[in-house]
């Protein structure tokens, strides 16, 4: 198997995690996206949509994060992260879902454009769509937070796929221009899943790797 994934990006730490944490053998290949890597033809052959991360196993070309994990984890036989249980998997999938409807996407939204533009593309973020995230992830911020009152992760009593997917942009938490203070559960259970090594691991070197092929990048992730 074979991920395609850009240093940084929460969608490949994502995935980058799960294989950490399954301790599976995958070739990681890094693009460059200051080089325009997604944009090539070759690639693009791969994810029409010209987004990372991307998983090839034999002629499967498999893109979206949260279906590369759930692949992951069943081609491995391993169902820690994501329980054969049908009640525990419904619980789980819904959380990815939400994930990317809502909370994720107010947050990234946030993050890419009061972020990412300013500070890695030399563009200045879009203040209406600053705004209007804001609200959406004040709205749902507080969803996660009261879910998560009482609870160390998203479902059960242990990480699942769920909790690598709600911790994908843990990296811009506290760069986002929000205030984080009125939420007090997600803020510990963030703190938590900062620390979980398989995602620790996944962190860029710094600030400056972001969208780089870092130099050690031959290899595969797992440990």
Not at 39 to 60: F, I, Q, R
Not at 101 to 112: D, K, P, S, Y
Not at 116 to 140: C, E, H, T, Y
Request: proline fraction near 5%; charged fraction near 20%.
């Amino acid at each position: 198997m074979k991920l395609y994934a850009i240093v940084g990006s929460p969608n490949s730490r994502k995935v980058l995690a799960v294989i950490n944490h399954l301790g599976i053998d995958v070739d990681i290949e890094y693009l460059d996206l200051f080089a325009g890597d997604t944009k090539k033809p070759t690639y693009e052959a791969l994810n029409p949509n010209t987004m990372v991360p991307t998983l090839v196993d034999g002629n499967l070309k498999l893109w979206e994060s949260n279906a590369i994990n759930q692949y992951l984890c069943d081609k491995s036989q391993d169902n820690r992260l994501f329980p054969y249980d049908f009640t525990i998997r419904a619980d789980i999938v819904r959380w990815q879902c939400w994930e990317l409807a809502h909370f994720n996407q107010a947050f990234g939204t946030l993050a890419f454009e009061a972020v990412a533009k300013p500070n890695f593309m030399g563009m200045q973020g879009d203040q209406a769509v600053i705004d209007w995230s804001k609200g959406q992830l004040n709205r749902f911020a507080t969803v996660l937070n009261n879910h998560l009152q009482g609870r160390i992760f998203m479902v059960g009593d242990s990480i699942t796929l769920a909790d690598y997917a709600i911790i994908h942009a843990e990296f811009f938490k506290e760069a986002v221009p929000f205030d984080w203070s009125s939420f007090p559960h997600l803020n510990d259970y963030f703190d938590r899943m900062r620390q979980s090594p398989s995602w620790a691991a996944t962190a860029p070197k710094s600030p400056e790797a972001i969208g780089r092929i870092p130099e050690d990048s031959v290899a595969n992730v797992s440990q």
